[in-house]
């Protein structure tokens, strides 16, 4: 038996392969949670978070949770039984926060939508005239889908908006003041380019004035958090629990490698390496998924060809190539192949790999 896998090239859906920084930094020397080296670490990650984020939300912090807690930590803060919670369904993550906004005792309101299509800020806005949220999925990783989100902060009324952000925070702009967002949860794993496990988290203070008094998660309560990060509270720290301080050094890492490069270059990368594999993907014959000018470029939705069999193409690529794509989700999961491009994975040598090893495995698996 192997006992080191070799290095793979994760162009799946789920983590990317880090920046080099990021890995890095996780060799750094631990520090205390306490110690004040580490609370200005937090400090520059929180206004690090700020600016991925397009907010100058106080509150912005790395939650020590993976993207999925962001989302619980995002519903158990706002609502609670009978509270109204309008959401756009346009893949898995949506449907996964119609559960956890169902289990806080929220009233859901489902705004279904197509797989591969885009959120309808217009027929959100009519599922209810007076919601207490409303919530939907930026860059809808199931399905390669990028929504509007300035469209629901134009209809949200007096309702607070919740925005998975996933997947597009640190390659595509997100601007969470200027679109309405109230609540923007995030993971440090797609195109942040650090390794899962942190959740960059932001609530406007409008939303924190409107929050549950003491909501049924006692570690996502908002409230106790505040003491845990400078700018919330202008208190000291205090403990709440223990910071994962080699993932918060990682992440100031990406962070820093992602400013260093600024926004709009990332921006860029992203949107010229998506393209250039989507063209390929098209030039061999495959047909894309995702509905055109919806298209996320850090993560492409193909349909795996008549007579093919996806999971047979994800081994080969698996074991001769050293490459993970990802399946697709739910009724598409033999029927559609997920490709991500995220973080450093963005680039033309990238596409160039994905396209000569994919075109091998479908003629040879
Ligand atoms: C990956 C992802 C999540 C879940 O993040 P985890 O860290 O796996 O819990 C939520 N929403 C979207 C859009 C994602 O891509």
Redesign the pocket.
């Known amino acids: 038996m192997t006992s080191i896998v070799p290095t793979r090239h994760l162009f799946g859906?789920?983590p990317c392969n880090p920046y080099p920084e990021a890995t890095s930094a996780l060799g750094l020397p631990l520090l205390g949670h306490l110690d004040p080296e580490f609370i200005a670490r937090m400090d520059r990650v929180a206004d690090g978070l700020r600016v991925l984020w397009g907010t100058r939300n106080a509150r912005t912090l790395p939650l020590s949770a993976?993207?999925?807690?962001g989302?619980e930590a995002a519903f158990v803060n706002t609502v609670t039984d009978g509270d109204v919670a309008v959401i756009a369904v346009n893949g898995l993550?949506g449907e996964?926060m119609c559960e956890v906004a169902s289990r806080v005792g929220a009233e859901v309101v489902r705004v279904d939508h197509e797989y591969g299509t885009p959120i309808d800020a217009e027929r959100v806005a009519a599922a209810h005239p007076n919601p207490t949220v409303i919530a939907g999925?930026h860059?809808?990783?199931?399905t390669g889908v990028v929504s509007d989100i300035a469209a629901l902060g134009a209809i949200k009324g007096e309702a607070l908006l919740i925005t998975?952000a996933?997947?597009s925070i640190g390659g595509m702009p997100v601007h969470a003041d200027d679109w309405g967002i109230d609540i923007g949860y995030a993971?440090t794993?797609?195109c942040i380019g650090v390794a899962?496990g942190l959740?960059p988290f932001t609530i406007s203070d409008r939303a924190f004035e409107r929050r549950i008094e003491k909501p049924s998660s006692w570690y996502l309560d908002l409230g106790l958090l505040g003491g845990y990060t400078t700018g919330a509270t202008g208190g000291g720290r205090t403990y709440h629990h223990t910071a994962p301080v080699a993932m918060v050094a990682s992440l100031e890492a990406g962070i820093n490698r992602i400013l260093a490069e600024g926004l709009d270059a990332v921006t860029e990368r992203h949107q010229a390496a998506g393209k250039a594999l989507q063209d390929g993907i098209q030039t061999m014959g495959l047909e894309l998924f995702a509905q055109e000018g919806s298209r996320l470029p850090q993560l492409t939705t193909v349909k795996v060809p008549e007579n093919v069999d996806s999971a047979k193409v994800r081994g080969y690529l698996l074991e001769r190539f050293n490459i993970e794509i990802g399946g697709g989700v739910g009724q598409y999961a033999n029927t559609v192949w997920r490709i991500g491009l995220m973080g450093p994975n963005a680039n033309p040598g990238s596409v160039a790999l994905i396209l000569s090893s994919l075109k091998e495995a479908i003629d040879k698996a």
């Open positions: 859906p789920g993976t993207g999925s807690a989302m993550f996964r999925v860059a809808e990783t199931s998975d996933v997947t993971g794993q797609k899962p959740a």
